[in-house]
Structure formats: C-alpha cells, structure tokens
T-cell receptor
Framework: AQSVTQLGSHVSVSEGALVLLRCNYS??????LFWYVQYPNQGLQLLLK??????LVKGINGFEAEFKKSETSFHLTKPSAHMSDAAEYFC?????????????FGAGTRLAVHP | NAGVMQNPRHLVRRRGQEARLRCSPM?????VYWYRQLPEEGLKFMVY????????ESGMPKERFSAEFPKEGPSILRIQQVVRGDSAAYFC??????????????FGPGTRLTVL
C-alpha cells in the first residue's frame, strides 16, 4: 500500500530564510505527487503537483518541489520565507491506476515563520 | 465561479444524534470526494462518488456512515448515532468530469463536527 511520510511535524524559520519541508513516499511505481497548503480554519489549496513530466515542479507563491525517484522524495522548498507562508503543509500521493484521484496524505508539517 | 461549498461550517451534536454534512461541488464538477481530518493528523480518504453512484467507499467506517450524491442537489455525508470519536473536520473536494487521476481536487472549507 502507498504511504507518505513527512519528516518534522513542526518547522520554524526566520523570515527571509530557506524553507525546506520533507516528504518521502512509499510506492512500487512513482505515483502522482502533490503539495497542499492549509491555512487556519480553511480548506486545502494546491501548491503544486508532479505528474511524471519535469522532475522540478514550480508552484504558486514561490514554492517548488523536486521529484527524486532514487530517494523516493518530493521535498518542498522556497528560497525566502514570508510571514504569510505560516500554515500547515500536506504532501499527498495518488496512485496512477484506477483513473481517479484518491489522495493519500501525510500527517502534515506546520510551518512557523518568525521575524 | 463559486468554489466548493460546505455547510454547515460548524456542527455540534450530542452522542447518539445524527449529523448531516452537505457539499456542493464546483460548477461543472461531477466527481466528489470526502475526507476526514482528525486532530493533529492528515486527511484520510473516506469515499468517492459520481452523480448517483458510489465508486469507492473503502475509507468509510462500515457502520453508521453513509454518503450519497443525488442527480440533483448536494452530496450528503450522513453519520448516525454519533460518538465522541467522530469529532473531526470533514472536507469535501470536487474534480472535473474527466476524472483523470492527476486532475486537481478543489477543496471546500470543511465542516467541523464536535460531538459532546
């Protein structure tokens, strides 16, 4: 069965510092991969997705993620954190077979940004 | 273009009562997914529906939970005889009609259920 592991339930960075949120997946074949952001008391918003095209995926708000098959990883980065980036971030996978998008989420990483 | 609508946003029920959660997908979307988020956890898939059909309910508890997506009207997630362990945020997401595995799911704001 597919699974997602997000290392670090809480990450704290200074404003302007690099953001690195880690995600590793477990799958016999590379699945589709997604990063979502959740602001307090809101639904999830898609940041970016990997669908077997380019391994470096650029998303909204300056975020990007790199798919590394050898490491089964899909880490999320942003060169310079902004206060508005404080939120919870979820990595998710979707099996390619089945024809529909049944997302399997990691436990989430809460990002804090301090001045 | 309105996004995915969920109501109520907050729902309080006493043990043994019924909870009905509603989800109106985005216009033109005929695929609906329900997820549950327990405190301090990620979202867990519950059920996937198309109009008038349950396609995958592998994440639904076997008892007390049911879902529907009628030809007209919103999708309904129904929880009978609620227990404290049902307290969670329930999210609905919709995707376009093509239903491709990499189509983006658009999430609603969620319904936060509290069982007293």
């Amino acid at each position: 069965a597919q699974s997602v592991t997000q290392l670090g339930s809480h990450v704290s960075v200074s404003e302007g510092a690099l953001v690195l949120l880690r995600c590793n997946y477990s799958s016999s074949v590379p699945p589709y991969l997604f990063w979502y952001v959740q602001y307090p008391n809101q639904g999830l918003q898609l940041l970016l997705k990997y669908t077997s095209a380019a391994t470096l995926v650029k998303g909204i708000n300056g975020f990007e993620a790199e798919f590394k098959k050898s490491e089964t990883s899909f880490h999320l980065t942003k060169p310079s954190a902004h206060m508005s980036d404080a939120a919870e971030y979820f990595c998710a996978v979707s099996p390619i077979s089945g024809g529909y998008n049944k997302l399997i989420f990691g436990a989430g990483t809460r990002l804090a940004v301090h001045p | 273009n309105a996004g995915v609508m969920q109501n109520p946003r907050h729902l309080v029920r006493r043990r043994g009562q019924e909870a009905r959660l509603r989800c109106s997908p985005m216009k033109g979307h005929s695929h609906v997914y329900w997820y549950r988020q327990l405190p301090e956890e990620g979202l867990k898939f519950m059920v996937y529906l198309q109009k008038e059909n349950i396609i995958d309910e592998s994440g639904m508890p076997k008892e007390r939970f049911s879902a529907e997506f009628p030809k007209e009207g919103p999708s309904i997630l129904r929880i009978q005889q609620v227990v404290r362990g049902d307290s969670a945020a329930y999210f609905c997401a919709s995707s376009p009609s093509s239903g491709s595995a990499y189509n983006e799911q658009f999430f609603g704001p969620g319904t936060r259920l509290t069982v007293l």
